[in-house]
């Protein structure tokens, strides 16, 4: 038996009051946002070499190489950023699955207490069902589901990036920390050094204790900061063993000379690359396709749902005729005190708002490529400065510990001597570093290898 559809014309004018025309799309070049056409300081990088899938690779280390690699496959985050995109992918199923027909089946028996179970009547029944997406509320809902898989994805390339630059500026803070704790034990023998020489010039009566003490002074603190970094260089490691996926008692990292590691040089490419490469500006962009979606799927709300259905049915018992049945059934909603408008408003009032974090992002991601490009100029710059202080601070006390040792110069010329060299060479280290971590910084600004 074929049900009486019964519509009304009047909810039906009501529904129609909402255009069905698709909300206007927002793509990168209408966001409001005119691109430049360069970078301020991309001049400033010589011999631009172009960018490698596995960005970490220009820094021509096979240590990194093999730590960046085993991070991809073992880092914890990394696999709730996999397990997110299976949750995303399983949704975009779920949105599919109202394109096809459901069918149902069911089987019932009952029997007359009475008369035990000599009389049994079987029922059986098989359904089919469809909704027709007349208005667009399926598609909105798939089409919402394929963006937000897409920004699982893209959130999944930005973990990527964010732990491939945690390991390696990890890596290259760590080797930091050990050369400074090779320059602090290097301070530390030049102390023991001048200890002796005061000793014997205590001894032989040509200086007062006041030599004496200010040395001991001077050596004590040279010990006491071994410990310190030595306990630096622990936290770091474990940290490192952490983004490995490892337990981090008894790991121990490879050992490299940070002041040896190449230095690459990154192409920034274009300012309209930036969208194309950013895993971070994509997953923006996907969020703003799902926040336009929701809205279509607000507003086809307010239409009717029809569906259409198909059953066949007998009774088992009793040689029973097969039955067969079709249906169709049309729902809408007449008053829902507002709630519909209040999704609606709300759907577009939420594009908004991914719509401004589109552009904040763009301008954000604008700013780090500039900040890092210059960042990379004058660290390279600085380096240069302080290798020169360097090698200046340490003439300098190989003249003060001679002219000290034959009794023409004073002890705390040779001391301020010392103290400038150790300065000098733990400030070319944190230079060197500087360098690195300005160049991890730019990969980074403009998405790595994507």
């Excluded at 279509?296 to 049945?325: E, H, K, Q, W, Y």
Aim: net charge negative; charged share 15%.
């Amino acid at each position: 038996m074929i049900r009486t559809l019964l519509i009304s014309t009047s909810v039906l004018g009501l529904a129609g009051c909402v255009s069905l025309n698709p909300v206007q799309r927002e793509t990168s070049t209408e966001a409001g946002l005119i691109m430049p056409d360069g970078y301020d300081y991309a001049g400033a990088v010589d011999a631009l070499a172009a960018p490698e899938q596995a960005w970490w690779a220009s820094f021509k280390s096979a240590d990194l190489d093999a730590l960046v690699s085993e991070a991809l496959v073992a880092n914890n985050t990394l696999a709730q950023g996999v397990a997110n995109v299976d949750a995303s992918r399983a949704a975009l199923k779920t949105a599919n699955a109202a394109f096809l027909p459901q069918a149902s089946g069911s089987l019932s028996a009952s029997s007359n207490t009475q008369s035990g179970l000599d009389d049994v009547d079987a029922n059986a029944r098989l359904s089919a069902s469809y909704q027709l997406d007349l208005f667009g509320a399926n598609a909105a809902s798939r089409n919402a589901a394929l963006a937000n898989l897409d920004a699982a994805v893209f959130s999944q390339r930005a973990l990527e990036l964010t732990a491939q630059s945690d390991v390696a500026a990890g890596w290259f803070n760590l080797l930091s920390a050990r050369e400074q704790l090779a320059v602090a034990k290097q301070n530390l023998e030049i102390s023991e050094r001048i200890f002796k020489i005061v000793q014997v010039r205590y001894e032989a009566g040509a200086i007062s204790g006041f030599d004496v003490s200010s040395q001991s002074a001077s050596l004590a603190n040279a010990r006491a900061r071994i410990p310190q970094l030595e306990s630096q260089i622990t936290s770091l490691e474990t940290a490192l063993a952490i983004l490995l996926g490892r337990v981090p008692q008894g790991y121990t990292a490879p050992e490299a000379d940070v002041l040896s590691i190449a230095l690459p040089n990154a192409e920034p490419g274009l300012p309209s690359d930036l969208l194309l490469r950013r895993p971070d500006l994509m997953q923006a962009e996907a969020n703003l396709r799902a926040a336009n979606a929701n809205i279509d799927a607000a507003r086809a709300a307010f239409f009717p749902n029809i569906d259409l259905g198909a059953g066949l049915s007998s009774v088992l018992t009793g040689g029973g005729d097969l039955i067969g049945s079709l249906s169709a059934s049309v729902a809408q909603n007449i008053f829902a005190g507002g709630r519909l408008d209040a999704q609606f408003e709300s759907a577009q009032a939420r594009r908004e708002a991914q719509l401004a974090g589109y552009r904040q992002s763009i301008l954000s991601a604008l700013r780090d490529v500039d900040v890092s490009l210059k960042a990379i100029e004058a660290n390279g710059a600085r380096e240069a400065q302080l290798l020169i202080a360097r090698d200046a601070a340490a003439d300098a006390l190989r003249a003060a510990e001679i002219q000290y040792q034959a009794g023409t110069g004073d002890l705390t010329s040779l001391l301020n001597a010392q103290q400038n060299y150790f300065d000098a060479a733990n400030s070319y280290v944190l230079g060197r570093l500087d360098r690195l971590t300005a160049a991890i910084n730019l990969y980074v600004a403009v998405g790595g290898g994507y």
